[in-house]
């Protein structure tokens, strides 16, 4: 068998391996995001003209040849064009929920002319005779790949000025994107070029995903407000001002409860109103005196949370004839 052959099947059991390997739960995975399959395997291209194309490379030789060397590992991906082309690597990557997402990559370049970028900005090349420059992205993927869209792209990394250098060596840039968590995002690099070889670079790219700490319980805390009698038929409103939605329950106080119970649904923070009615005991002591001292437990339930219990003296008062 030839080294050739050889090779080719080492690198195609390193393809396999690793793109069968199953990811931690919850975390956002970037496939063969330090190209140390010696491929592209996980990622997409498109090559505007065919003038020019992603590929990996490998270290040895790479300084010598036209490039940095890989800034780790053996291998990097590398973009290099023989004539005008919009080269564009892109891989789409779903952002688990319920985690943080911390996205990071090693970027690099080389052109051969100066940083030129159209006024107003674009990506393709029709109609433009200079076009000399990279951004890295993260965008909607639903969007044209060469969209420029600031309502399309969710956070910029890279994205050449007029003036910028020439050359740039490896670079760390780094994007949180725990805002888009529960999306797949599109990871983009694009590189415009109708000047002269423009070699870009990428490598080590990866997202950290973090669990998020559970939310805080929904509270259950109320405080009593003002209670409006009706004196004309012995009964009550107490105002309870609640945190939340959720439900409350008033029952009398003591072993021989003079309260009917009272049951009200909260949709929304805010002041309620708990009506309070004697039942039997209380009407016949409101009858006989025309006035009502009692306890009463309000309970509150959270929607999503925890009961609490508050106990408030109140008095009814009705008008005897």
Do not use: C
């Amino acid at each position: 068998m030839s080294r050739l052959t050889v090779r080719s099947l080492l690198a195609l059991i390193v393809v396999s391996v690793a793109l069968a390997a199953p990811a931690a739960a919850g975390a956002a995975t970037v496939v063969n995001g330090n190209f140390e399959t010696g491929t592209l395997a996980g990622w997409q291209q498109f090559n505007q003209t065919g003038a020019g194309e992603w590929f990996t490379y490998e270290k040895e030789g790479a300084e010598e040849e036209f490039f940095f060397p890989p800034p780790s590992g053996t291998f990097a991906a590398a973009d290099d064009q023989g004539s005008p082309d919009l080269d564009v690597l892109y891989q789409d990557i779903f952002l688990e929920p319920g985690f943080s997402h911390q996205l990071a990559l090693t970027f690099y370049y080389r052109s051969s002319e100066p940083i030129v970028v159209p006024s107003p900005e674009a990506l393709a090349l029709e109609g433009l005779t200079e076009n000399q420059h990279v951004r890295v992205d993260v965008m909607n993927p639903a969007a044209p790949i060469d969209s420029v869209n600031s309502s399309t792209i969710l956070a910029t990394l890279f994205a050449n000025k007029n003036g910028d250098p020439e050359v740039v060596p490896p670079t760390h840039l780094s994007a949180n994107l725990s805002a888009f968590a529960g999306q797949t995002v599109r990871l983009r690099i694009a590189n415009s070029v109708t000047e002269g070889p423009f070699n870009t670079g990428l490598d080590d790219v990866s997202i950290t995903s973090t669990p998020l700490p559970p939310p805080p319980p929904p509270s259950n805390a109320i405080t009593r407000g003002k209670l409006t009698l009706n004196k004309s038929k012995g009964t009550g409103k107490l105002a309870i001002n609640v945190p939340g939605p959720g439900t409350l329950v008033a029952v009398g106080k003591g072993k021989k409860k003079k309260l009917k119970k009272a049951n009200l649904t909260v949709t929304a923070a805010g002041t309620v109103k708990l009506p309070l009615n004697p039942n039997g005991a209380g009407k016949k002591a409101l009858n006989s005196t025309g006035k009502l001292k009692t306890g009463v437990d309000v309970t509150f339930t959270p929607t999503g949370g925890t009961a609490a219990t508050q106990t408030y003296k109140v008095t009814l008062k009705k008008n005897l004839k």
